[in-house]
């Protein structure tokens, strides 16, 4: 069986010196929150880090992108703007649109600003600071993909949790909603008939889910 790499669908080299890079400045050496379980859990010890996802999910979330012609996006925890990157290509690469962003580091927003100027992207992103419960809150209109990435509480209703009750409402029917990492409490949500989702674990990382609004 060949081990062979699959050719990008994104076909710019800036994009991909510039993803290869923030992909090296991913995480610590202790492993960070998601992976050392001693790790701090204070988003503001990380600002030199991404915490973000791999390039084969970015690939993924941009051909859905693709797929579903989307013209309005929204994620939860931008970091250092990886994922953002491959949501604003596909809006380009759409004919246009735009990725409402939500980050709650300032120094990682303003990272992520400059990684998509970098990239000739930021037209179609805009990273919003501050808490996502506050600045998911109202996106604008119809939301065609929702990307859920942000950080991980110790204790009490997950971020997660809370941040879909806000934005389900927002995603149109046949929009899709994707989870980095299945929090029981968003799983909870979305298995729920009542909020009208339809859902899947991907085989691509633990805990990566994709649903389908259905109702």
Not at 16 to 37: C, I
Not at 162 to 175: D, K, L, S, T
Not at 204 to 212: R, S, T, Y
């Amino acid at each position: 069986m060949s081990n062979a790499v699959a050719p990008s669908l994104i076909q710019d080299e800036n994009f991909h010196a510039v993803t290869a890079r923030l992909l090296s400045e991913q995480y610590p050496l202790d492993g960070g929150p998601r992976n050392n379980p001693k790790a701090s859990r204070n988003p503001f010890d990380y600002v030199e880090y991404g915490l973000g996802i791999a390039p084969e999910q970015g690939e993924l979330i941009y051909l859905l992108c693709r797929w579903l012609r989307t013209k309005r996006v929204a994620e939860f925890g931008t970091s250092t703007g990886m994922s953002t990157l491959y949501l604003a290509a596909a809006m380009r690469d759409n004919g246009g649109g735009i990725v409402i962003g939500s980050e709650l580091v300032s120094a990682k927003a303003a990272a992520a600003r400059r990684n998509l100027r970098h990239v000739g992207l930021s037209v179609y992103a805009e990273i919003r600071e501050g808490d996502a419960r506050r600045t998911l809150r109202d996106l604008g209109g119809p939301v065609d993909f929702v990307l859920m990435d942000g950080w991980l509480l110790n204790e009490g209703p997950s971020l997660a949790r809370q941040v879909i009750e806000i934005v389900a409402p927002q995603v149109r029917i046949g929009g899709y909603v994707m989870s980095e990492n299945a929090e029981p409490d968003f799983l909870e949500f979305v298995r729920d008939p009542a909020n009208g989702f339809l859902r899947l674990m991907l085989p691509i990382k633990v805990g990566a889910e994709l649903c389908v609004k259905v109702v």
